[in-house]
C-alpha cells in the first residue's frame, strides 16, 4: 500500500459534487469515500461502525467524514450491537442510518436488527463488505453467501462487484456508488424498512484517506405518505359504535381520529398514542364486559398492538368491521384475516361530538377505565393513599404523630412491578425518552399508566428482548444531538426492562473511547429470571424443576460489578422513596439502577 497521490490541500467540495472527490490508488478507498460520502450528499447523518478488515476502506472513510464534520460516527465491535445502536438513532431523528460491517458471521449478526427494522418500519442502511467474485464458493476464508443474505426483510438488496483499477474505472465506480445510493436511501424512506449494499472488495484493501473539506449535507427524500403502498385513504361513515386502537408506534393520529370521531382511544403505552381526553386506560378489563367490549360494532387499528390478549380477540370476531390504517409495510396487522387495510382514515364528515350519543358512548369508557385503574393503584401500592394533610396541620400530638408515620410508611414501602412502571411514567417529561424493554414491566405500565404526550419508544415490531439497551444508546445519542442543535437542554432517557433483557444485551455497556456518553438511565427489576413466564398456562402444569431450568432461567449475576467494569454507574433501590430519590436525579452519563422484585 503506498501513500494516495492526492493534494495535500484539502478537496473543496460541494453538495451534489461526490464525482469530484480526490482520487487515490486504492480502488477500495475510491469506491469506499464516493460510497459514503454520497450518503452524506444524500441526507444521512448517522455512521455505525463494526471494524474488520475487509470493511477496512468502508470504515476509514466514515473517520474522515466524521473529523470533516460531515457525519457523526459511532463505532461498537459487536455487529449485534451495532445494529440496534443504528436502530435507535433512527428511531429518533426518522433518518436512515448507515452500519457498516466487515464479511462473514459479522454480517448475520445484523440479522435481528435488521428483522425489527422490517416489522417495525424503520428505514436502514446495511452495508456488509465482502470478497470478490473469484473468492466466492472456494472456501475462502470468512466468506459465505452475502448476496441476498437478509432475504424477504430488506426492501432493496444490491451486490456491488469489486473495483479492478483500471485506467478508466474511476468515473464508472462513482456512478455506480452514486445509483447505489439513490437506489438505498430511495427503497429505505419510501416505504420505510432496511435496505442492503454488500460491495465486493480487492486487495490492496486500503489506503490512507485524503482530507476532506465542504462535504455538504443534502436533504433526505420526503417520507412515505399516507398512501406509499397505493392504498386508499377512506371516509369515515357516523353510525357505527366505534373504538380506535393504537398499537406500537401508531403515533398522533390515532389521538386526533378519537378526538375528531369521539371514540373511545385504546392506546398501548408504546404507541405514542397515549394522551387525551378520550383515554381508556383500562381497556383490556373492558374489552372483557359485555356493556362494553360486547357492544363495539367497528374497531379502527393503528400501529402494531401486542402488548394484549383481548385487542386480537376482538379484530377476529365476525359482528366487528375492523379497518387497518397501514400506509406502509408489505404485511399489515391483520389477526382476523378480514380487515379493510387502508393507507389512511378520516373523521366522520358528519359527527356532532356534543350529541348524547358520542358523550355517552365515550364518556362511559373514560368513566369506567377511571374507576377500574384508581382501584388496581391502590391494590398495587400500598402507599397509594396519601397521608391526612388535615393531620399535619393538626395541634394535637397523636395526629401529628399519625402523620408523621403515614408519610413514613409511604416512603418505606416496598417496591411492586405496577408501582415501579409508574414511577418511570410520572418521572418521565416532554423533553426526556422513555424506553420500554420486552419483560413483564411494560404490560404492567400498559395496563396502570394514564395518559401523557411523552415520547416513548419500543422494539415492538418482533418484540424481542434483544438490543434494547444499544437501541436506547441511539436514541439518547440522536435526542441529545437535536436538543444541541436547537440550543435546548436534553434530557435523560430512561429504560424500564428486566434482568434477562439487560444481561442479553450486556455488550451494550460497551462504548468508544472518545464517543459521546449517552444520559442514559438503565432501570433493571431484577427479579433473578425470566418472570413474565409465571403468567403462562405451561406453568401450572410444567415439572417445577424442568420450567425453571428452561424458562424462567434463573440467575444471580453481580450487577453493580458489571456496571463497574464497563465504567457504568450504579445504584440500588429497594424502597419507593429511594426510586423517587433515584428517578428524580439520574447522575450523568450512563448509569444502571436495579430495583430488587420478588418472583
Not at 444520559?519 to 433493571?524: A, F, R, S
Amino acid at each position: 500500500m503506498g501513500d494516495p497521490r492526492v493534494s495535500e490541500e484539502p478537496a473543496d467540495l460541494e453538495a451534489g459534487t461526490a464525482g469530484r472527490l480526490p482520487r487515490v490508488d486504492s480502488p477500495a478507498t475510491d469506491y469506499a469515500l464516493a460510497l459514503l460520502a454520497g450518503f452524506v450528499e444524500a441526507g444521512v447523518v448517522d455512521l455505525v461502525v463494526s471494524p474488520g478488515s475487509r470493511s477496512q476502506a468502508l470504515a476509514l472513510a466514515a473517520a474522515e467524514l466524521e473529523r470533516s464534520g460531515a457525519a457523526r460516527l459511532h463505532v461498537r465491535i459487536d455487529e449485534r450491537v451495532g445494529g440496534f445502536l443504528a436502530l435507535g438513532l433512527t428511531r429518533e431523528t426518522g433518518a436512515p442510518t448507515v452500519i457498516v460491517t466487515t464479511s462473514g458471521t459479522a454480517t448475520a449478526n445484523l440479522h435481528p436488527a435488521v428483522l425489527e427494522a422490517h416489522e417495525a418500519g424503520v428505514p436502514m442502511i446495511v452495508v456488509t463488505a465482502d470478497r470478490p467474485a473469484e473468492l466466492r464458493g472456494i472456501r475462502s476464508n470468512q466468506t459465505t453467501r452475502q448476496d441476498g443474505l437478509y432475504g424477504t426483510a430488506v426492501r432493496s438488496t444490491r451486490d456491488i462487484p469489486a473495483p479492478v483499477g483500471a485506467a478508466d474505472e474511476q468515473d464508472a465506480a462513482r456512478s455506480i456508488a452514486h445509483a447505489a445510493v439513490e437506489e438505498a436511501v430511495g427503497a429505505a424512506t419510501a416505504d420505510p424498512g432496511p435496505v442492503h449494499l454488500n460491495v465486493a472488495f480487492r486487495e490492496p484493501l486500503s489506503v490512507a484517506v485524503p482530507r476532506l473539506a465542504g462535504l455538504e449535507r443534502g436533504e433526505l427524500p420526503a417520507t412515505a405518505g399516507p398512501d406509499a403502498l397505493g392504498r386508499p385513504v377512506i371516509e369515515l361513515e357516523d353510525g357505527p359504535l366505534t373504538v380506535v386502537i393504537a398499537g406500537a408506534d401508531a403515533g398522533a393520529a390515532a389521538a386526533d381520529l378519537a378526538r375528531a370521531g369521539g371514540y373511545p382511544l385504546l392506546a398501548e403505552v408504546s404507541s405514542g398514542s397515549r394522551f387525551g381526553p378520550e383515554l381508556v386506560v383500562a381497556y383490556r378489563d373492558l374489552l372483557r364486559e359485555d356493556d362494553f367490549g360486547g357492544r363495539i360494532e367497528r374497531a379502527i387499528v393503528f400501529g402494531h398492538p401486542t402488548l394484549s390478549r383481548e385487542v386480537p380477540s376482538l379484530l377476529q370476531r365476525a359482528d366487528v368491521e375492523v379497518i387497518v390504517v397501514a400506509p406502509t409495510g408489505a404485511e399489515a396487522y391483520n389477526p382476523g384475516h378480514r380487515a379493510r387495510v387502508v393507507g389512511g382514515a378520516g373523521a366522520p364528515a358528519t359527527v356532532d361530538l356534543r350529541s348524547p350519543e358520542v358523550r355517552a358512548w365515550v364518556g362511559s369508557w373514560v368513566f369506567a377505565s377511571r374507576r377500574l385503574t384508581e382501584e388496581a393503584e391502590r391494590s398495587a401500592d400500598p402507599a397509594a393513599t396519601a397521608p391526612d394533610v388535615q393531620k399535619a396541620r393538626s395541634y394535637a400530638p397523636s395526629d401529628a404523630l399519625a402523620f408523621a408515620r403515614a408519610e413514613l410508611a409511604a416512603v418505606r414501602a416496598p417496591i411492586t412491578r405496577p408501582l415501579l412502571a409508574e414511577a418511570m411514567w410520572r418521572y418521565t417529561w416532554p423533553h426526556d425518552r422513555l424506553v420500554l424493554g420486552a419483560s413483564r414491566l411494560i404490560r404492567d405500565a400498559d395496563r396502570l399508566v394514564p395518559g401523557k404526550k411523552v415520547v416513548v419508544h419500543s422494539n415492538r415490531g418482533l418484540a424481542g428482548i434483544d438490543g434494547t439497551i444499544a437501541t436506547a444508546t441511539g436514541i439518547a445519542l440522536a435526542s441529545a444531538a437535536a436538543a444541541r442543535a436547537e440550543g435546548g437542554a436534553s434530557g435523560v432517557t430512561r429504560v424500564l426492562l428486566g434482568d434477562l433483557a439487560l444481561l442479553h444485551d450486556v455488550g451494550a455497556l460497551l462504548g468508544a473511547p472518545g464517543e459521546e456518553r449517552p444520559h442514559l438511565q438503565v432501570v433493571v427489576g431484577n427479579d433473578g429470571g425470566g418472570t413474565i413466564f409465571d403468567g403462562l398456562e405451561v406453568a401450572a402444569t410444567a415439572p417445577a424443576d424442568a420450567f425453571d431450568r428452561v424458562l424462567y432461567t434463573p440467575q444471580s449475576v453481580d450487577l453493580a460489578a458489571l456496571a463497574r467494569a464497563y465504567g457504568w454507574e450504579h445504584s440500588v433501590a429497594r424502597t419507593k422513596g429511594e426510586l423517587d430519590q433515584a428517578l428524580s436525579a439520574p447522575p450523568p452519563g450512563p448509569s444502571i439502577l436495579e430495583v430488587p422484585l420478588p418472583r
